[in-house]
């Protein structure tokens, strides 16, 4: 955190969540009930639950939730700090920077600018030197004049050993830091010399617009035609898209972002009057990159030609992890056409019917998985064939999505009905699961009356509540995020008057996400406490419950012969503990 703790609470006290929210989003009041219409997902009634006191706000729409900071954070694509910057300038707060954290965001700065001084010293080459003729060449050969240049920051880079080194060290920048920046490499004598050489330079932002890395495509000679930046402090492939900065604002309005597969498609599609565009840098499409996306929007179109669309829209098993909230669609171009090259022809309509006839992931991953039989002329084929596509559908672990699709199967495949094709998913399916590793935490599934009892005693604990304070919750809890949500509340309410809130807003700072969603979502919950002896003593029965089994595995397996001492304090603490599970439920 680049900022004292005490600047932080006072830029939190200044600012109105309230307020804040109506600046995006339509907020309705209702007596001491605020609620507004959730910017974070589609929808028509008001689901997002703002607490004005305590300054948090939870969708009980699509789980979002936080303090003002992450308002701030995800409605305008800032870290912490930088929603700490902007919170603190809107109340007119002038703060204090922590030294340590400063430090740690001024050698990330440092890096942003030395990287930033190369994308000028790459432009103005392109522009100016002779050297950079043939990239100038290729440049408007692909129909980008001047103002495409400047708009994208296109560069060269030239190929000689040291220029930019050259040109970096004259501007005091440290051989260290351009090495650090991925803009030069050093040799065994200790030379440093340019990474980049003889190639057209297309600078990657990070979300922020902050230079952080190149693309760079070969013109001439030997090597890779594309050339990335290495992973560096502030760039990282897995969560970065180019064009992303260019083309948020544009995905939130018109509620789609298109996934092409290089720099020239994203430019392309950009100055085709479609800037929603946005391209991996190097590498795979992967689960980072849709995290990213779905910030910004719940549907995802990726775009290929159709030699690229096999290989590109297997996706590596994102049928087993793409979000039930997020709408992945597959766009097909013609044959032997990137978007590039469909834009540059003037056939911009192609590319809006291929993003409007798009296909879900799933259905098109069939149909693909289908053509590869003879279905219509071999029903041996057609068997086979319906199998091979309920052993994709089976890797989704949402059953009304794998229902879905079974359906749609069926209507390919004439020769089996629905609940065929449902039974060969669900018998796929089943083999999936027995294969698959037990996870730790149990997710959608129904939650145990002990676990229901366990959320209640954390609402209790939030408000405070005097009969579950002084209690070391840890020693009870089932659920490992119970017990570190209580972690995380407990010293502070062990310093507090009984009854008085805790700012919760200031516990979540530093949280992890999904633990500061479920408290948000527990403060918000409107509906009367329950009984607060009686979850106490539930949560309490549990956790005899689990240790009394633990017991009597114990003293089964423990021989009373030659480990007499071990036997009679396992059975001791048996015989106790089921005392006192009795003593407790006799209260019932």
């Not at 308002?71 to 800032?78: M, R, S």
């Not at 995290?291 to 690229?308: C, H, N, P, Q």
């Not at 590596?316 to 834009?343: C, K, T």
């Not at 911009?348 to 991953?365: G, M």
Request: charged share 30%.
């Amino acid at each position: 955190m680049a900022y004292r703790r005490d600047d932080i609470e006072r830029v939190r006290d200044a600012t109105d969540l309230v307020e804040l929210v109506s600046e995006v989003t339509k907020v309705k009041r209702t007596g001491r009930s605020v609620m507004a219409v959730c910017p974070f997902h589609q929808e028509k009634t008001a689901s997002l639950s703002i607490d004005p006191a305590r300054g948090l706000y939870h969708c009980f729409g699509c789980g979002k939730s936080g303090d003002l900071f992450r308002f701030v954070q995800e409605t305008q694509a800032l870290d912490f700090a930088d929603s700490v910057e902007l919170l603190a300038r809107r109340a007119g707060i002038t703060l204090e920077r922590d030294p340590e954290a400063a430090k740690r965001r001024d050698r990330r700065q440092v890096l942003v600018d030395a990287t930033d001084a190369a994308v000028s010293f790459y432009n103005g080459r392109l522009k100016t030197g002779r050297d950079a003729a043939t990239a100038r060449s290729y440049l408007r050969g692909r129909g980008y004049e001047s103002e495409v240049v400047e708009r994208f920051g296109i560069g060269y880079s030239p190929d000689g050993g040291d220029a930019l080194v050259g040109h970096l060290r004259n501007a005091k920048v440290s051989e260290d830091v351009m090495v650090a920046a991925g803009l030069a490499l050093r040799n065994r004598s200790g030379r440093v010399y340019d990474r980049f050489r003889g190639r057209v330079m297309f600078p990657i932002y990070d979300i922020r617009g902050d230079a952080v890395g190149f693309g760079a495509r070969l013109l001439e000679g030997t090597g890779p035609k594309y050339l990335n930046s290495p992973e560096t402090p502030i760039y990282h492939k897995s969560r970065l898209l180019y064009g992303l900065n260019w083309a948020k604002s544009e995905i939130v309005r018109g509620g789609e972002a298109v996934v092409v597969e290089g720099y020239t498609d994203v430019i392309a599609l950009h100055l085709a009057g479609l800037p929603v565009a946005v391209a991996t840098c190097g590498t795979a499409l992967g689960e980072e990159h849709l995290d990213l996306l779905r910030r910004f929007t719940e549907r995802v179109v990726l775009m290929f030609d159709a030699d690229a669309a096999g290989a590109g829209a297997s996706l590596r098993g994102f049928e087993r992890s793409v979000p039930g909230d997020l709408d992945l669609r597959i766009a097909v171009l013609p044959e032997g056409r990137d978007p590039a090259d469909v834009v540059s022809s003037g056939d911009t309509h192609a590319i809006r019917k291929s993003i409007e006839t798009s296909k879900p992931l799933i259905e098109y991953r069939i149909e693909a998985e289908l053509s590869r039989y003879r279905i219509r002329e071999d029903h041996q084929a057609a068997a086979r064939a319906v199998r091979a596509a309920a052993a994709i559908v089976a890797q989704n672990p949402d059953r009304q999505s794998r229902r879905e699709a079974s359906a749609f199967i069926a209507s390919l495949v004439i020769t089996n009905s629905i609940d065929e094709v449902i039974d060969l998913v669900e018998e796929q399916r089943r083999k999936v699961e027995a294969a698959t590793p037990p996870q730790s935490v149990s997710t959608g599934r129904t939650l145990t009356g002990t676990e229901k009892a366990e959320l209640e005693v954390l609402r209790l604990l939030l408000a405070n509540h005097p009969q579950v304070r002084g209690i070391d919750w840890s020693d009870f809890f089932s659920r490992p995020e119970h017990t570190a949500a209580f972690g995380l509340i407990g010293p502070t309410l062990a310093a507090m008057e009984p009854g008085e809130p805790p700012d919760l807003g200031s516990l979540l700072a530093g949280a992890a996400p999904e633990l500061a969603e479920m408290l948000s979502r527990l403060a918000l919950e409107k509906r009367p406490y329950a009984d607060a002896d009686e979850v106490v003593r539930m949560v309490q029965v549990g956790a005899l419950d689990r240790r009394i089994r633990e017991l009597q595995f114990q003293v089964a397996s423990t021989d009373a012969e030659t480990e007499p001492e071990a036997y009679s304090a396992a059975f001791e603490e048996l015989i106790a503990l089921e005392k006192q599970r009795r003593e407790l439920r006799s209260h019932e």
